[in-house]
């Protein structure tokens, strides 16, 4: 590359041209973008974006804002809860096909199938069945259990328990996949070698096999976690925010600031924070992947 | 029936996979100590015996005894065996201690005896100074090490091969099959062990059981195998050039191919002696004599030198006899150059013979 | 040496019996019973809902198959559902994403796989550090970039427009789709591209003529991805569009959460199962190549 020629700039012209878009892309709406953002967040912009700085004020506003406290505490609650749960069932489910089953396809297929669906479309369907007058709760009452109780899209408090139930749905055949991926990989002859050394099953998968997924561990975690952090549609289709502001969460809050509060400057500080999360999760997972030592084998 | 003397006993032993059948009706009888080699190319189902006689994979039908007990239903960690990979198979999230001590302290051994028996492995192999490094910051040949160290750990008679060199580059292969053989010799146990490569066959095995297509097509020593292969697979496929083969006749004990015709006498036949009828001729290339020894020998041919393959201690040279291909070995310092004309000569009690049409040896 | 094999064998022999129903068995298949019964579970209440009348919905509960079969729910769904004042139901919404989602998929696989291909074979000096750049990107929330896009918008006048939202979902695509091309592009065997330009071909007669047809499998992963992707995308369509644009997602959630009037829940489920619709068609079509499509997001590059 560093050879000395005529006409550095013209050479290898045509994949210079190729790759404008990626360039303008990277450079003026990712990076343009962001930065735009994070230093408009520093402004009194209400309706239309100004250039009138305020200084750290829209983030003191928006950490005493009760709308905003409620979101972060959501995407905690619903963050560890899915992120335990997602690779606890995914893993188990993706061990229990690795058994190799009859009915494999058919029973991966279903697994998976929410995953194709939009996140609207899993809303309204969850929506419908956890209808406490139609569905589940009243069918539970039916069976004789009179006092059940599980509303949890009319009962503020575990209402964003019901969101966890759909997205969990929708997400938990991903994780499958790619765990799937990750142990349909494994040597086999490490099985061989375990069971030769008289290791049971569940100490096999423990001990070694989960460790040697460790990539695959990562990865899935930068996914569902990049995921959870962007969690929008579920919760306008499922719940709307409500029951009140029970299932805020902070990309609702970017969106509603910007486009229905006409108030700029608190959406900005709030997607500022809202990257700040992501950054604080990506950064660290890219210098442990991309700029370690490279000696793993 | 010499039962107490056998290691590993294998009975009428079938496998199949679906409709495929991998082992048809093996037999084979494995003495304490022995160092028997399963020799093949790939397909021929040797893989899968070891991996039966280890237990892990299920049989369709026969037995498999080891140390006189039938082992057929019995888990592999059970049976008295240690195994060695291909892929060393090691736990790479364990340093080598790890790794050699995990079965042991899973089978709740006590913690006095497994340090002895991982100080004991490790100083046979010589891996103490690896004991604390994981896998993943080793060398190839430490690693196979490593796994072997794992199987010697288990402190058991029969250790199982599969392939264990075939993943390093030939130096290092070299190497560590002169250290399996020492480590044979030092333990004196049993050591099945699968290749596909026939220089480690011929050098590690007491036994060679060649097999080819689920069957085991000849059982014997080196020598025997080498010397007298049973038939026309076997022959070609031991030795390096391969055997020439001629396809002719025998008639009036003699053996005719084109213009050329053979005495036989000085050959050992299985079968008693010479019947008429069509045949094959196989020829070593290292049996066949140029220059004075020419003399002595019963067959002389002249020939033209088309090509010469040199190797550093041999010179291959590749020639026409009775109007087929056929390949001489001589000595690395030979003076040969192509187009010249070379007298050789070779001695047809060192060669051998196959019927035509079930390639048997005669 | 060989026994005659009619030498009788006695004691265990041949495979270890295993039982049918071993405890592992029924606790493994049960397991995955009771497992697919839940996935499945929504799609047949979704089905079963949109096929009853409303009066049946209000006797039953939502798992009860329908008495009396109609399809009205879902004509109503399709023509005449309203959003607040309007009512042409989810047909205009379905036409919009179409038209949004077939110039999207073009222009975005075109883009990346040159982008791809340029990444792979054509390095140039800064090439990975734009690459870089770009792959970040798909991790950054997408609300950070939000205003941003709706200023150039604004000022290229695609505002509002279904040609907005094209562009919005051409660059949003970009990065998983450069890297998906990027990395097949790059395990090709390498010979073949020198042995291409040997023969004095350059940047685009390789691409057309070498790449573009050795790869059409990973064609066919890009375009499962990007159709579902941007399918079933709501965020950007809500953010672009105006009203008269809305794609599918957005008009579905329009109706079914729209407060006015009496909740039709047949109508909703009917709407709700021709939304996913597309995307469970292709799912249920490509099978293999869509698993390798959510693979492929994470492969490392």
């Given at each position: 590359?560093?050879?000395e020629?005529?006409?550095?700039?013209f050479?290898?012209?045509?994949?210079?041209?190729?790759?404008?878009?990626?360039?303008?892309?990277?450079?003026f709406?990712?990076?343009?973008?962001?930065?735009?953002?994070?230093?408009?967040?520093?402004?009194?912009?209400?309706l239309?974006?100004?250039?009138?700085?305020?200084?750290l004020?829209?983030y003191?506003?928006?950490w005493a804002?009760r709308?905003?406290?409620v979101?972060i505490?959501?995407?905690?609650?619903?963050?560890?809860?899915?992120?335990?749960?997602?690779?606890?069932?995914?893993?188990?489910?993706a061990?229990?096909?690795d058994?190799?089953?009859?009915?494999?396809?058919?029973v991966?297929?279903?697994?998976?199938?929410?995953y194709?669906?939009?996140f609207?479309?899993?809303?309204?369907?969850?929506?419908?069945?956890?209808n406490?007058?139609?569905?589940?709760?009243?069918?539970?009452?039916?069976?004789?259990w009179e006092?059940?109780?599980?509303?949890?899209?009319?009962?503020?408090?575990?209402?964003?328990?019901?969101?966890?139930?759909?997205?969990?749905?929708q997400?938990?055949?991903?994780?499958?996949?790619?765990?799937l991926?990750?142990?349909?990989?494994?040597?086999?002859?490490?099985?061989?070698?375990a069971?030769?050394?008289?290791?049971?099953?569940?100490?096999?998968y423990?001990?070694?096999?989960?460790?040697?997924m460790?990539?695959?561990?990562?990865?899935t975690?930068v996914?569902?976690?990049?995921?959870i952090?962007?969690?929008?549609d579920?919760?306008?289709?499922?719940?709307?925010?409500?029951?009140?502001?029970?299932?805020?969460?902070?990309?609702?809050?970017?969106?509603?600031?910007?486009?229905?509060?006409?108030?700029?400057?608190?959406?900005?500080?709030?997607?500022?924070?809202?990257?700040?999360?992501?950054?604080?999760?990506?950064?660290?997972?890219?210098i442990?992947?991309?700029?370690?030592s490279?000696?793993?084998? | 029936?010499?039962?107490?003397?056998?290691?590993?006993e294998?009975?009428n032993?079938?496998?199949?996979?679906g409709?495929?059948k991998?082992?048809?009706?093996?037999?084979?009888?494995?003495?304490?100590?022995?160092?028997?080699?399963?020799?093949?190319?790939?397909?021929?189902?040797?893989?899968?015996?070891?991996?039966?006689?280890?237990?892990?994979?299920?049989v369709?039908?026969?037995?498999?005894?080891?140390?006189?007990?039938?082992?057929?239903?019995?888990?592999?960690?059970?049976?008295?065996?240690?195994?060695?990979?291909?892929?060393?198979?090691?736990?790479?999230?364990?340093t080598?201690?790890?790794?050699?001590s995990f079965?042991?302290?899973?089978?709740?051994?006590?913690k006095a005896?497994i340090a002895?028996?991982v100080?004991?492995?490790?100083?046979i192999?010589?891996?103490?100074?690896l004991l604390?490094?994981?896998?993943?910051?080793?060398?190839?040949?430490?690693?196979?090490?490593?796994?072997i160290?794992?199987?010697?750990?288990?402190?058991?008679?029969?250790?199982?091969?599969?392939?264990?060199l075939s993943?390093?580059?030939a130096?290092?292969?070299?190497?560590?099959?002169?250290?399996?053989?020492?480590?044979?010799?030092?333990?004196?146990?049993?050591?099945?062990?699968?290749t596909?490569?026939?220089?480690?066959a011929m050098?590690?095995?007491?036994?060679?059981?060649?097999?080819?297509?689920?069957?085991?097509?000849q059982?014997?020593s080196?020598?025997?195998?080498?010397g007298?292969?049973?038939?026309?697979?076997?022959a070609?496929?031991?030795?390096?050039?391969?055997?020439?083969?001629?396809?002719?006749?025998?008639?009036?004990?003699?053996?005719?191919?084109?213009?050329?015709?053979?005495?036989?006498?000085?050959?050992?036949?299985?079968?008693?002696?010479?019947?008429?009828g069509?045949a094959?001729l196989?020829?070593?290339?290292?049996?066949?004599?140029?220059?004075e020894?020419?003399?002595n020998?019963?067959?002389?041919v002249?020939?033209?030198?088309?090509l010469?393959?040199?190797?550093?201690?041999?010179?291959?040279?590749d020639?026409?006899?009775?109007?087929?291909?056929?390949?001489?070995?001589?000595?690395?310092?030979?003076?040969?150059?192509?187009?010249?004309?070379?007298?050789?000569?070779f001695?047809?009690?060192?060669?051998?013979?196959?019927?035509?049409a079930t390639?048997?040896?005669? | 040496?060989?026994?005659?094999?009619t030498?009788?064998?006695?004691?265990?022999q041949g495979?270890?019996?295993?039982?049918?129903?071993s405890?592992?068995n029924?606790?493994?298949?049960?397991?995955?019973?009771?497992?697919?019964v839940?996935?499945?579970?929504?799609?047949?209440?979704?089905?079963?809902t949109?096929?009853k009348?409303?009066?049946?919905?209000?006797?039953?509960n939502?798992?009860s198959?329908?008495?009396?079969?109609?399809?009205?729910?879902?004509?109503?769904?399709?023509?005449?559902?309203c959003?607040?004042?309007?009512?042409?139901?989810l047909?205009?919404?379905?036409?919009?994403?179409?038209?949004?989602t077939?110039?999207?998929?073009?222009l975005?696989?075109?883009?990346?796989?040159?982008?791809?291909?340029?990444?792979?074979?054509?390095k140039?000096?800064?090439?990975?550090?734009?690459?870089?750049i770009?792959?970040?990107?798909?991790?950054i929330?997408?609300?950070?970039?939000?205003?941003?896009?709706?200023?150039?918008?604004r000022?290229?006048?695609l505002y509002?427009?279904?040609?907005?939202?094209?562009?919005?979902?051409?660059?949003?695509?970009?990065p998983?789709?450069?890297?998906l091309?990027?990395?097949?592009?790059?395990?090709l065997?390498?010979?073949?591209?020198?042995?291409?330009?040997?023969d004095?071909?350059?940047?685009w007669?390789?691409?057309?003529?070498?790449m573009?047809?050795m790869?059409?499998?990973i064609?066919?992963?890009?375009?499962?991805?990007?159709?579902?992707?941007?399918?079933?995308?709501f965020?950007?369509g809500?953010?672009?569009?105006g009203p008269?644009?809305?794609?599918?997602t957005?008009?579905?959630?329009?109706?079914?959460?729209?407060?006015?009037g009496?909740?039709?829940?047949?109508?909703?489920m009917?709407?709700?199962?021709?939304?996913?619709?597309?995307?469970?068609?292709?799912?249920f079509?490509?099978?293999?190549?869509?698993?390798?499509?959510?693979?492929?997001?994470?492969?490392?590059?």
């Amino acid at each position: 590359m560093a050879t000395e020629r005529p006409n550095q700039l013209f050479r290898n012209k045509s994949s210079k041209i190729a790759a404008i878009p990626m360039i303008v892309t990277a450079l003026f709406v990712f990076v343009g973008g962001t930065i735009w953002t994070v230093v408009y967040s520093f402004t009194k912009s209400g309706l239309l974006p100004r250039l009138n700085w305020v200084g750290l004020d829209q983030y003191e506003r928006l950490w005493a804002t009760r709308k905003w406290l409620v979101a972060i505490e959501n995407l905690v609650i619903y963050g560890i809860c899915m992120l335990v749960l997602v690779f606890v069932i995914g893993f188990i489910l993706a061990a229990l096909i690795d058994q190799k089953i009859r009915f494999e396809n058919t029973v991966r297929t279903i697994i998976l199938y929410p995953y194709a669906l939009s996140f609207v479309v899993t809303g309204l369907v969850w929506q419908w069945i956890l209808n406490p007058e139609f569905g589940v709760e009243s069918i539970v009452r039916a069976w004789g259990w009179e006092s059940f109780s599980f509303d949890p899209l009319y009962n503020a408090d575990i209402a964003i328990y019901g969101v966890l139930i759909a997205g969990l749905w929708q997400g938990s055949g991903l994780v499958m996949v790619l765990m799937l991926a990750g142990l349909r990989g494994i040597d086999q002859e490490v099985w061989k070698a375990a069971r030769v050394d008289g290791i049971p099953t569940w100490k096999t998968y423990i001990f070694i096999v989960i460790p040697m997924m460790r990539p695959v561990f990562i990865t899935t975690l930068v996914l569902v976690v990049t995921g959870i952090v962007k969690l929008y549609d579920l919760i306008v289709a499922q719940t709307g925010g409500g029951p009140g502001i029970s299932t805020e969460v902070p990309a609702k809050y970017v969106y509603d600031m910007m486009f229905q509060a006409n108030n700029l400057g608190q959406g900005f500080a709030a997607s500022t924070m809202m990257l700040v999360t992501v950054a604080l999760i990506v950064i660290p997972w890219a210098i442990l992947e991309f700029g370690g030592s490279k000696n793993r084998g | 029936m010499n039962t107490m003397n056998n290691s590993v006993e294998i009975k009428n032993l079938d496998l199949q996979f679906g409709a495929v059948k991998v082992l048809q009706d093996l037999n084979l009888d494995i003495g304490k100590g022995e160092f028997l080699v399963l020799l093949g190319s790939s397909g021929c189902g040797k893989s899968t015996l070891l991996n039966c006689i280890a237990g892990l994979l299920d049989v369709t039908a026969g037995q498999i005894h080891i140390n006189d007990t039938n082992v057929t239903w019995t888990e592999p960690s059970e049976r008295g065996i240690g195994m060695v990979f291909q892929s060393y198979a090691l736990y790479p999230q364990m340093t080598v201690e790890g790794n050699l001590s995990f079965g042991l302290k899973n089978a709740k051994l006590p913690k006095a005896e497994i340090a002895k028996r991982v100080k004991h492995a490790s100083e046979i192999l010589q891996i103490e100074p690896l004991l604390k490094r994981k896998p993943a910051a080793l060398s190839g040949g430490q690693r196979q090490r490593v796994a072997i160290g794992r199987a010697l750990v288990r402190d058991v008679d029969v250790f199982l091969f599969d392939e264990p060199l075939s993943n390093l580059d030939a130096k290092l292969r070299a190497d560590l099959r002169v250290e399996i053989k020492r480590l044979h010799q030092r333990l004196e146990n049993t050591m099945i062990y699968v290749t596909h490569d026939q220089i480690e066959a011929m050098t590690l095995a007491d036994r060679i059981a060649i097999m080819r297509g689920g069957q085991i097509m000849q059982l014997g020593s080196p020598d025997d195998i080498y010397g007298r292969p049973v038939n026309k697979y076997v022959a070609g496929f031991i030795g390096s050039p391969s055997m020439n083969f001629f396809d002719g006749a025998i008639k009036g004990g003699a053996f005719t191919t084109g213009d050329l015709t053979i005495p036989l006498t000085g050959y050992d036949f299985a079968s008693g002696g010479a019947v008429d009828g069509p045949a094959t001729l196989g020829i070593r290339p290292e049996h066949v004599v140029t220059g004075e020894l020419v003399d002595n020998a019963p067959v002389k041919v002249d020939v033209g030198v088309e090509l010469i393959e040199p190797t550093g201690s041999d010179k291959l040279i590749d020639c026409q006899v009775a109007g087929r291909h056929f390949r001489v070995r001589m000595d690395g310092q030979a003076d040969v150059a192509v187009g010249q004309k070379l007298r050789i000569g070779f001695d047809p009690g060192r060669a051998s013979l196959f019927d035509a049409a079930t390639e048997e040896r005669l | 040496m060989a026994d005659a094999s009619t030498n009788a064998l006695s004691g265990p022999q041949g495979p270890k019996p295993r039982k049918m129903l071993s405890r592992r068995n029924i606790f493994l298949y049960g397991t995955l019973f009771v497992i697919t019964v839940y996935y499945a579970l929504p799609l047949y209440v979704m089905i079963v809902t949109s096929l009853k009348g409303m009066p049946e919905i209000r006797l039953g509960n939502v798992f009860s198959p329908p008495v009396e079969v109609t399809f009205q729910p879902w004509v109503k769904a399709w023509s005449e559902a309203c959003t607040g004042l309007t009512c042409n139901g989810l047909s205009t919404g379905f036409w919009n994403s179409v038209q949004i989602t077939i110039p999207s998929v073009i222009l975005s696989i075109m883009i990346a796989s040159v982008n791809g291909y340029a990444l792979a074979n054509w390095k140039f000096k800064g090439a990975d550090i734009f690459f870089t750049i770009l792959i970040f990107g798909a991790f950054i929330p997408y609300q950070v970039m939000l205003y941003p896009i709706v200023i150039i918008l604004r000022e290229i006048g695609l505002y509002g427009s279904l040609g907005g939202l094209v562009l919005v979902h051409t660059i949003f695509g970009m990065p998983i789709l450069t890297l998906l091309f990027r990395n097949y592009f790059t395990s090709l065997p390498e010979e073949l591209f020198k042995a291409a330009r040997v023969d004095g071909a350059g940047f685009w007669g390789i691409y057309f003529r070498i790449m573009v047809p050795m790869s059409l499998p990973i064609f066919t992963v890009a375009m499962i991805l990007q159709v579902t992707g941007i399918w079933n995308d709501f965020l950007f369509g809500v953010v672009y569009t105006g009203p008269e644009t809305y794609p599918m997602t957005v008009s579905l959630n329009n109706i079914v959460n729209s407060t006015q009037g009496v909740k039709e829940y047949n109508v909703n489920m009917a709407a709700t199962l021709l939304t996913g619709l597309v995307p469970l068609l292709i799912y249920f079509v490509s099978g293999r190549l869509f698993v390798r499509g959510i693979a492929a997001g994470a492969v490392k590059g």
